[in-house]
């Protein structure tokens, strides 16, 4: 008889445990959805400016790049000129067809610099022209998202603070059940609750489950309030508790 005793004991314990820690969950619960979906919203908000920062400063690396590259060209067509004026003057001066053909040759690579320079300025110039103003969008779009961010950021802080003492009392007092709870048992709670819609605990109400509202046999609801063994409901499998 002790050792009876001893197990409905351990078992009416653990029924307690479960239907405390199920009480501190639902009251978790209730805090998280007294803040709604702030905590998400905010996290979308700061990833929003985090990736519109790395698009601007990678943006800006390829402007200068753009702006450097111009500035070589620029450099580069203005050579060419310079060249191109010089052979001009030479082929007025020449006396015989190789230095002829010889300068015609250079003559015309200083134009074809020029020519394919050019393109290229202006070809490099308008994405420069694209990159600014796409650095410009992006930033304007940056400094609505970090106010909005900013305002979102505060109201969650508000919310927390309301909150931050409760939250941490309920997890604390959780800390306290799980520890004094056999870990298959607890192993199996969590394994539920998050399946479950975040119960892993249901009483019994009007002879059925109170998770899934399945009809519990009356034999199977007298065992329950005894307490004499841990019964889980056969059709969600949660932990069933007078």
């Known amino acids: 008889m002790s050792t009876e005793a001893g197990v409905e004991s351990k078992v009416r314990e653990a029924v307690r445990l479960l239907t405390e820690l199920q009480d501190i969950d639902d009251e978790l619960r209730d805090i998280e959805l007294e803040r709604g979906d702030l905590p998400d919203e905010v996290e979308r908000l700061e990833k929003r400016i985090r990736d519109a920062e790395a698009f601007v400063t990678s943006t800006a690396e390829e402007l200068e790049k753009m702006v450097h590259s111009i500035a070589e060209r620029q450099q580069q067509v203005s050579e060419a000129r310079d060249r191109l004026a010089k052979f001009q003057e030479q082929l007025y001066a020449v006396k015989t067809t190789r230095e002829y053909d010889a300068i015609t040759v250079e003559f015309n690579f200083a134009k074809e610099q020029i020519s394919s320079g050019e393109a290229a300025i202006a070809e490099h110039t308008h994405r420069k022209e694209e990159l600014a103003r796409l650095i410009e969008q ?13 305002t979102k950021g505060a109201e969650l802080r508000q919310r927390l603070s309301e909150t931050e003492d409760e939250e941490r009392q309920l997890r604390h007092r959780r800390e306290n059940v799980v520890v004094r709870l056999m870990k298959p048992l607890y192993a199996h709670y969590e394994r539920i609750r998050n399946a479950k819609e975040g119960r892993g605990v249901a009483r019994i109400m009007d002879g059925a ?20 063994d841990i019964v889980l409901c056969e059709t969600c499998g ?5």
């Open 209 to 228: 489950c109170g998770g899934c509202f399945a009809v519990i046999p009356h034999q199977t609801q007298v065992n329950i309030r005894k307490q004499t």
């Open 138 to 150: 992006r930033k304007a779009e940056l400094e609505k998202v970090r106010a909005d961010e900013q």
């Open 238 to 242: 949660r932990i069933l508790v007078p």
